[in-house]
T-cell receptor, first 114, second 111 residues
């Protein structure tokens, strides 16, 4: 399958700071990337959908000013958690699709806000 | 957001047993996907289904796209220790449409 790389895999930050997570498609062009959040023992919840070169579409209840998404190229999307608070601690996962009706996932990023 | 109904929620089986899990939806999907997630990792694609009625195998795994397009099942035959993990179904309307995930089935192999 296609390779999607997510970085960093783990990050600890202080409350009030911002954290950027990168998602790269290594061997295909990702016209669409998705960002998910996953709480312990729960399923993946979609946060937003981003298409290359356009603004992201956020799911209901997701603050777009807090979770900034940029999809500037066909191989890179970033999620920035701004002014992070402990309740933002979670497992964030990206996925990428190149129009093949199948999405491939990154390894996930464990964010801990202290 | 919307989630698919996936059952069972958890399974405790012995090595060598067969496993079956399924997903149902109130909406029609054009694509059904099955993923496996290990702790601390992202989901890994197991099987993709694109047509109603389609039956697809990947080694010991077999999955079917329900004829109504509102359900899918995954079977694992002769389970082995590395099958332990959480299995998720996901439905899509096709293309670059977003995925709707099932609630997950946690598979545990008891010695």
């Amino acid at each position: 399958g296609a390779v999607v790389s997510q970085h960093p895999s783990r990050v600890i930050c202080k409350s009030g700071t911002s954290v950027k997570i990168e998602c790269r498609s290594l061997d295909f062009q990702a016209t669409t990337m998705f960002w998910y959040r996953q709480f312990p023992k729960q399923s993946l919840m979609l946060m937003a959908t981003s298409n290359e070169g356009s603004k992201a579409t956020y799911e209901q209840g997701v603050e777009k000013d807090k979770f900034l998404i940029n999809h500037a190229s066909l191989t890179l999307s970033t999620l920035t958690v701004t002014s992070a608070h402990p309740e933002d601690s979670s497992f964030y996962i990206c996925s990428a699709s190149g129009g093949s009706r199948v999405a491939f996932f990154g390894q996930g990023t464990r964010l801990t806000v202290v | 957001g919307q989630q698919l109904n996936q059952s069972p929620q958890s399974m405790f089986i012995q090595e060598g047993e067969d496993v079956s899990m399924n997903c149902t939806s109130s909406s029609i999907f054009n694509t059904w996907l099955w993923y496996k997630q290990d702790p601390g990792e992202g989901p890994v694609l197991l099987i993709a289904l694109y047509k109603a009625g389609e039956l697809t195998s990947n080694g010991r795994l077999t999955a079917q796209f329900g004829i109504t397009r509102k359900d899918s099942f995954l079977n694992i035959s002769a389970s082995i220790p590395s099958d332990v993990g959480i299995y998720f179904c996901a439905g899509s309307s096709g293309g670059n449409e977003k995925l709707t995930f099932g609630t997950g089935t946690r598979l545990t192999i008891i010695p």
